[in-house]
């Protein structure tokens, strides 16, 4: 069943997109790329004891599921702002990537500023993709906070990290997924800022689905897991390593009201069971999993007990791991 809820209402609250929404976002990210797939892995079934499906995200042309929403939103910004002179944006990694790869496929300028000490690749992917990246900051907070002082220098338009159109572009692999796999019993939905876990509970609702959705987070990140079980917005140190995607200190008000009333549970995941989930969609699946996208296996692994007889949905958000990492964990 639903989790409920009646309060924690916002003065400009969100609503989910609706599924005419979520069809032209699709007619968006379509001109760009093809759906990606979704695979029922025997050797992973047979891991997790239960029937389940895996869908791909680490297949689109950034290695994450990031692009859908960055295309629908960039694609927003040229329709409603005549004149738009580029986008700006502050990542860890795939929001940026997302970002730079839609503003280059639709003829903009895009600035992308990380914190000093992120991921080597992810910038050398950044800078292929068009973009002009920008180092700042210890972490993604002062990373952010120079991103707004830039896109206000420069006249360019931020490209924030959770918005409406984000959520809508998000949800668009959530359809393609409930539609093609067998009907779901549960799905696993790792949370960074949120736009993830509310494109699924978008489609869900949209399609009048009974899946249960559980949002899974990096136990050394715990403000969203904090967030749900208090019924308040919670501020925590984010001190993941593994996980970089899911390092949130500060939720996002918006989309805890949304995961208050859509998300059955949240899981807390350790390092040491995201590594283990990595190792386990290498060694099931021969794919590449970076943290953040390997934390729906590690909760559904964490809830196995609990699964057996059902049919459960895992979100493999992406697949952009570094080589250092990755032999790390393999090791």
């Known amino acids: 069943m639903r989790a409920k809820s009646s309060c924690f209402l916002y003065p400009h609250s969100m609503e989910l997109p609706s599924l005419a929404q979520i069809l032209d976002a699709q007619a968006v990210v379509c001109r760009y790329m093809p759906p990606t797939p979704q695979y029922c892995w025997p050797l992973l079934s047979q891991r997790l004891t239960t029937e389940a499906w895996i869908k791909h995200e680490n297949h689109t042309p950034v290695g994450a599921f990031k692009l859908r929403g960055a295309l629908v939103y960039v694609d927003w910004l040229i329709k409603t702002q005549p004149g738009l002179k580029g986008v700006v944006a502050a990542t860890r990694g795939n929001h940026g990537q997302g970002v730079a790869m839609a503003a280059q496929l639709l003829g903009l300028n ?171 969609y290498f060694q099931d699946t021969h794919n590449l999993a970076e943290g953040a996208g390997a934390a729906a296996l590690a909760g559904a692994l964490r809830n196995k007990h609990n699964l057996q007889g059902k049919r459960i949905g895992i979100i493999l958000t992406g697949g952009n791991l570094d080589r250092e990492t990755f032999l790390r964990v393999l090791a």
């Not at 800078?127 to 206000?152: V, Y």
């Not at 931020?158 to 959520?167: G, N, Q, R, T, Y």
């Not at 593994?242 to 009201?257: F, H, K, V, W």
Request: aromatic share 6%; glycine share 6%.
């Open 110 to 280: 895009s600035l992308i500023v990380v914190p000093h000490g992120n991921s080597k690749d992810k910038n050398r992917a950044m800078l292929a993709q068009g973009a002009e990246l920008i180092e700042h900051g210890l972490d993604f907070q002062e990373a952010l906070e120079f991103a707004r002082d830039l896109a206000i220098e420069t006249g360019f338009t931020m490209v924030d990290s959770f918005h409406e159109k984000l959520v809508t572009g998000t949800a668009t692999y959530a359809l393609e997924f409930f539609k093609s796999a067998p009907a779901l019993d549960t799905i696993y939905v790792p949370i960074g800022l949120g736009s993830s876990i509310c494109g699924v509970a978008s489609v869900r609702n949209a399609l009048n689905l009974e899946t249960r959705i559980v949002g899974v987070v990096a136990a050394q990140s715990p403000s969203y897991s904090l967030s749900f079980n208090r019924k308040q917005v919670v501020l925590a140190p984010s001190r993941t390593i593994i996980a970089d995607g899911l390092a949130c200190s500060t939720p996002n008000p918006e989309a805890m009201e949304i995961i208050w009333n859509n998300v059955a549970e949240i899981v807390e995941v350790t390092e040491a069971e995201i590594a283990d989930a990595i190792r386990a």
